[in-house]
């Protein structure tokens, strides 16, 4: 058999996204942003919003989100995408606006700006790729890292006495009322990646019907910054980042879901 | 004639901002401009042009908004005062980089730190010399009355939209707070979204069409060659700004022995300083920079064999004084008088200080 036969329509099972670029992906091999682009442009070109759609990227390894995305696309600097898209948003109020963070940004320098556009319930869309780790600098110690993890600033693992516990802002943020939907996904698997397009659909559907804000966090894996190959990369991810980043919805239709009530409780 | 009123200098640049059919304003409360957002939200522009005016979480969050909203296309306008500015300066860099028009009024007050609420004028080097990081400068207009808070306005976002460059209006809490007659523009409709897809199609991002490729706003060229590049074309930017952009003005310079150089509220005060020279018999000229980036260089060295010494009179500890001896370039004595820290120096000082020049002490 030669190539020619099994490139044939009926052999096809996937096919290059439209909305995505020519350009070569500058992510380590393995790594899961390159898969929440995909899904994210997918729904866009589903949605037919490609015209309608400006994305902001800020400082993280996805800073050059610009060369992948075929969209107008907004650069940001680190931390700052959730203003710059208030900017945007609020001057635009009926096109589509989305950010694309890592968790240094969302959850360390850019704090308050989340903190704030979660509250003001900005009708803006944001993707949280949760790798807890710094991965573009070079696997320092991120706001989401896990007790004990070994990072470049945590040699010894993170100590939480000395360098306090891993921030759960998407269950901090599920808290405020400008939040409506709020979801935690992976893409580490076919299964999961069709359960993350589902939840990209309602999170643009969300914000199309102007509710307020829309988040979907992806637990993602960091090769580079882990030290780990991409399989054992995700088994780790399975084993020690989701007990602690627990999968599903937190909020949806703008209600906490009963899970999330009891854990902010206790 | 337009519509006269008296007016705080905040309140007219507000005002000035919603007639020239700015799209947002985004701020953060600072003494002493805190006026300008509290008039625009009096104003409800929402209700008059369907202006947006938000009050941001900080001063990071603003400076961003205004990068969003620039690099759609929109007119965007935002005020503060200098330790807030302090906290746009990451902001204005990346809109430099970026070459975002828009217009940041600055209504300076003492520093360093937390400094004090009084007027100052020491936050020249940041907004001239680039208070952020890189090569990059912006176009740095001093009003030195609240006529001119409103003039600057529109003057501002023509610059700003020429050049695609970030606009400084940089006065004090002098012209700030004070009132005065202003004559007010009529109203400018808003861009339409039509109108601003046909000015701006080819740069700004709101939303890539089947006719175009996508846009990228970005300061960001990983490739050092092409951010080299880059650099070269904001420097060609500048040299033409420098060429084509300078703004000053000359009071009894025709006969002058002696030069008083001064801007904003320094040149207000220096104004009667002349007088009352003139009135003793010394005869000195106030040479007023409207612009403080791109400084009148070539203008100010015209005065070299014409003037035996320079007075440069600022309210600040001496900023303006290393761009007046840049000017002149040594050929002139050049000594700097002024008060700061929120102090206001009052023309009989000013007078002082350059008969002392004269006397040569
Ligand atoms: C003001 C500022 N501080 C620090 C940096 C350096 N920096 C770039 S990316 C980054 C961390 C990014 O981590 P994260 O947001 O988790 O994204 P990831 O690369 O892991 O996807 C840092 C600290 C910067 N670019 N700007
Ligand atoms: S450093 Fe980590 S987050 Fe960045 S591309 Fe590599 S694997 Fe992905
Ligand atoms: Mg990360």
Same mark, same amino acid.
Not at chain 1, 21 to 49: F, Q
Not at chain 1, 124 to 131: E, K
């Given at each position: 058999?030669?190539?020619?036969?099994?490139?044939?329509?009926?052999?096809?099972?996937?096919?290059? @996204?439209?909305?995505? @670029?020519?350009?070569?992906?500058?992510?380590?091999?393995?790594?899961?942003?390159?898969?929440?682009?995909?899904?994210?442009?997918?729904?866009?070109?589903?949605?037919?919003?490609?015209?309608?759609?400006?994305?902001?990227?800020?400082?993280?390894?996805?800073?050059?989100?610009?060369?992948?995305?075929?969209?107008?696309?907004?650069?940001?600097?680190?931390?700052?995408?959730?203003?710059?898209?208030?900017?945007?948003?609020?001057?635009?109020?009926?096109?589509?606006?989305?950010?694309?963070?890592?968790?240094?940004?969302?959850?360390?320098?850019?704090?308050?700006?989340?903190?704030?556009?979660?509250?003001?319930?900005?009708?803006? @869309?944001?993707?949280?790729?949760?790798?807890?780790?710094?991965?573009?600098?070079?696997?320092?110690?991120?706001?989401?890292?896990?007790?004990?993890?070994?990072?470049?600033?945590?040699?010894?693992?993170?100590?939480?006495?000395?360098?306090?516990?891993?921030?759960?802002?998407?269950?901090?943020?599920?808290?405020?009322?400008?939040?409506?939907?709020?979801?935690?996904?992976?893409?580490?698997?076919?299964?999961?990646?069709?359960? @993350?397009?589902?939840?990209?659909?309602?999170?643009?559907?969300?914000?199309?019907?102007?509710?307020?804000?829309?988040?979907?966090?992806?637990?993602?894996?960091?090769?580079?910054?882990?030290?780990?190959?991409?399989?054992?990369?995700?088994?780790?991810?399975?084993?020690?980042?989701?007990?602690?980043?627990?999968?599903?919805?937190?909020?949806?239709?703008?209600?906490?879901?009963?899970?999330?009530?009891?854990?902010?409780?206790? | 004639?337009?519509?006269?009123?008296?007016?705080?200098?905040?309140?007219?640049?507000?005002?000035?901002?919603?007639?020239?059919?700015?799209?947002?304003?985004?701020?953060?409360?600072?003494?002493?401009?805190?006026?300008?957002?509290?008039?625009?939200?009096?104003?409800?522009?929402?209700?008059?042009?369907?202006?947006?005016?938000?009050?941001?979480?900080?001063?990071?969050?603003?400076?961003?908004?205004?990068?969003?909203?620039?690099?759609?296309?929109?007119?965007?306008?935002?005020?503060?005062?200098?330790?807030?500015?302090?906290?746009?300066?990451?902001?204005?860099?990346?809109?430099?980089?970026?070459?975002?028009?828009?217009?940041?009024?600055?209504?300076?007050?003492?520093?360093?730190?937390?400094?004090?609420?009084?007027?100052?004028?020491?936050?020249?080097?940041?907004?001239?010399?680039?208070?952020?990081?890189?090569?990059?400068?912006?176009?740095?207009?001093?009003?030195?009355?609240?006529?001119?808070?409103?003039?600057?306005?529109?003057?501002?976002?023509?610059?700003?939209?020429?050049?695609?460059?970030?606009?400084?209006?940089?006065?004090?809490?002098?012209?700030?707070?004070?009132?005065?007659?202003?004559?007010?523009?009529?109203?400018?409709?808003?861009?339409?979204?039509?109108?601003?897809?046909?000015?701006?199609?080819?740069?700004?991002?709101?939303?890539?069409?089947?006719?175009?490729?996508?846009?990228?706003?970005?300061?960001?060229?990983?490739?050092?060659?092409?951010?080299?590049?880059?650099?070269?074309?904001?420097?060609?930017?500048?040299?033409?700004?420098?060429?084509?952009?300078?703004?000053?003005?000359?009071?009894?310079?025709?006969?002058?022995?002696?030069?008083?150089?001064?801007?904003?509220?320094?040149?207000?005060?220096?104004?009667?300083?002349?007088?009352?020279?003139?009135?003793?018999?010394?005869?000195?000229?106030?040479?007023?920079?409207?612009?403080?980036?791109?400084?009148?260089?070539?203008?100010?060295?015209?005065?070299?064999?014409?003037?035996?010494?320079?007075?440069?009179?600022?309210?600040?500890?001496?900023?303006?004084?290393?761009?007046?001896?840049?000017?002149?370039?040594?050929?002139?004595?050049?000594?700097?008088?002024?008060?700061?820290?929120?102090?206001?120096?009052?023309?009989?000082?000013?007078?002082?200080?350059?008969?002392?020049?004269?006397?040569?002490?």
């Amino acid at each position: 058999m030669d190539i020619k036969d099994i490139v044939k329509e009926e052999n096809l099972v996937y096919s290059k @996204t439209n909305l995505m @670029t020519n350009n070569v992906l500058s992510y380590c091999p393995g790594c899961g942003h390159g898969t929440a682009h995909r899904i994210i442009m997918e729904v866009i070109d589903e949605l037919g919003l490609q015209s309608q759609t400006i994305g902001v990227a800020p400082v993280g390894c996805s800073v050059l989100a610009y060369d992948f995305m075929n969209i107008d696309m907004i650069q940001a600097a680190h931390g700052r995408a959730p203003a710059v898209a208030t900017g945007l948003k609020r001057t635009m109020p009926d096109k589509c606006i989305f950010t694309y963070q890592g968790d240094g940004d969302l959850a360390a320098i850019g704090t308050a700006e989340t903190i704030h556009v979660c509250n003001r319930g900005e009708d803006i @869309t944001m993707f949280f790729i949760n790798n807890g780790i710094y991965g573009m600098t070079g696997g320092q110690m991120a706001p989401t890292t896990l007790e004990g993890m070994k990072t470049a600033t945590s040699p010894y693992g993170r100590d939480l006495k000395k360098m306090g516990n891993p921030l759960k802002i998407t269950e901090l943020i599920a808290q405020l009322p400008g939040t409506y939907y709020v979801t935690r996904q992976a893409v580490h698997t076919p299964a999961a990646v069709r359960k @993350t397009k589902k939840a990209v659909f309602k999170a643009f559907e969300v914000q199309k019907e102007k509710k307020g804000i829309s988040f979907v966090e992806i637990v993602s894996n960091c090769n580079s910054g882990w030290k780990l190959p991409p399989v054992k990369a995700n088994q780790w991810m399975v084993e020690h980042m989701f007990p602690f980043y627990p999968m599903g919805d937190i909020k949806v239709d703008g209600h906490l879901v009963n899970s999330n009530k009891a854990e902010v409780k206790s | 004639m337009g519509e006269l009123k008296l007016m705080k200098g905040n309140e007219a640049i507000a005002e000035a901002a919603i007639r020239a059919g700015v799209d947002a304003y985004f701020g953060y409360p600072i003494t002493p401009q805190s006026e300008v957002i509290e008039y625009l939200m009096a104003e409800q522009p929402e209700n008059r042009t369907g202006m947006v005016v938000l009050q941001a979480e900080s001063e990071l969050a603003a400076i961003n908004m205004v990068y969003g909203a620039a690099a759609a296309g929109k007119k965007v306008f935002t005020s503060s005062s200098s330790p807030g500015i302090s906290l746009y300066q990451e902001g204005i860099s990346y809109i430099a980089g970026a070459e975002l028009p828009c217009v940041i009024a600055n209504v300076v007050r003492g520093g360093p730190g937390l400094g004090t609420i009084q007027p100052s004028q020491a936050d020249y080097f940041q907004s001239t010399k680039g208070g952020g990081h890189g090569d990059y400068r912006l176009y740095v207009l001093a009003p030195s009355s609240v006529q001119e808070m409103a003039d600057f306005i529109q003057l501002g976002f023509d610059i700003a939209y020429k050049y695609r460059n970030p606009v400084m209006i940089q006065s004090d809490g002098m012209i700030g707070q004070m009132m005065e007659k202003v004559e007010l523009a009529d109203q400018r409709p808003r861009w339409t979204d039509e109108e601003i897809k046909q000015m701006h199609d080819s740069w700004a991002a709101f939303g890539k069409g089947d006719h175009r490729e996508r846009n990228i706003i970005t300061s960001l060229d990983l490739d050092s060659s092409k951010q080299e590049k880059h650099n070269h074309h904001l420097q060609a930017k500048y040299r033409k700004m420098e060429e084509n952009e300078v703004l000053f003005e000359e009071i009894n310079c025709e006969d002058a022995d002696y030069l008083i150089v001064a801007y904003g509220s320094s040149a207000r005060i220096s104004m009667k300083s002349v007088d009352l020279a003139r009135a003793k018999g010394i005869k000195v000229g106030l040479f007023r920079p409207i612009t403080l980036y791109p400084f009148p260089m070539k203008q100010l060295n015209a005065y070299v064999g014409k003037v035996k010494a320079i007075l440069s009179v600022e309210m600040s500890a001496g900023q303006l004084i290393e761009d007046v001896k840049l000017a002149v370039e040594c050929n002139i004595p050049v000594k700097h008088f002024g008060r700061y820290g929120g102090m206001i120096h009052s023309p009989e000082e000013v007078l002082t200080a350059l008969e002392n020049l004269i006397k040569g002490e």
